[in-house]
């Protein structure tokens, strides 16, 4: 058994869903040296989330972006609101969608279904990047 762990750096990305499956893999070259595992994907933050879903129609994404902001408005009156009213609403929509995956690896990479895609949701209308942690752990190709 093997074990490898990165920190990935995500660029600043405007509000909305995004799809980030190829640029964690291109920045995750120790995924290929494994032919069977787990991968564990954590994103460092509380106000931007990490879901899979539709990799293939961007209007899924807007949709969801859509959907995100009626069910947490920035309208409602939030106790928590220093840091602008992007951030509660933010912080609701991370802990719905969640801040960790855990994909299957088969032959150096993910083992997503075809439509599967790995998405940054980013909930706040400005950030300075995002950072993820992928922990790999699997047999390693001989």
Not at 48 to 68: F, G, H, Q
Not at 99 to 128: D, M, Y
Request: one cysteine or more; hydrophobic letters at 35%.
């Amino acid at each position: 058994m093997s074990w490898a762990q990165s920190t990935i750096r995500l660029p600043s990305m405007s509000r909305g869903c995004h799809l980030v499956t190829h640029e964690i893999e291109k920045q995750l070259p120790e995924l290929r040296q494994f032919s069977v595992g787990m991968a564990n994907v954590f994103l460092q933050h509380t106000s931007a989330s990490l879901t899979l879903n539709e990799n293939a129609d961007p209007d899924v994404r807007v949709d969801m972006e859509m959907a995100l902001n009626k069910i947490a408005p920035e309208s409602w009156p939030y106790e928590h609101a220093d840091e602008g009213p992007d951030d509660m609403p933010g912080h609701i929509k991370s802990s719905l969608l969640g801040a960790s995956l855990n994909i299957p690896i088969t032959n150096g990479r993910f083992n997503l279904g075809t439509w599967q895609g790995i998405w940054l949701c980013e909930h706040r209308s400005h950030s300075s990047g995002r950072k993820i942690v992928v922990t790999l752990q699997g047999e390693k190709k001989k």
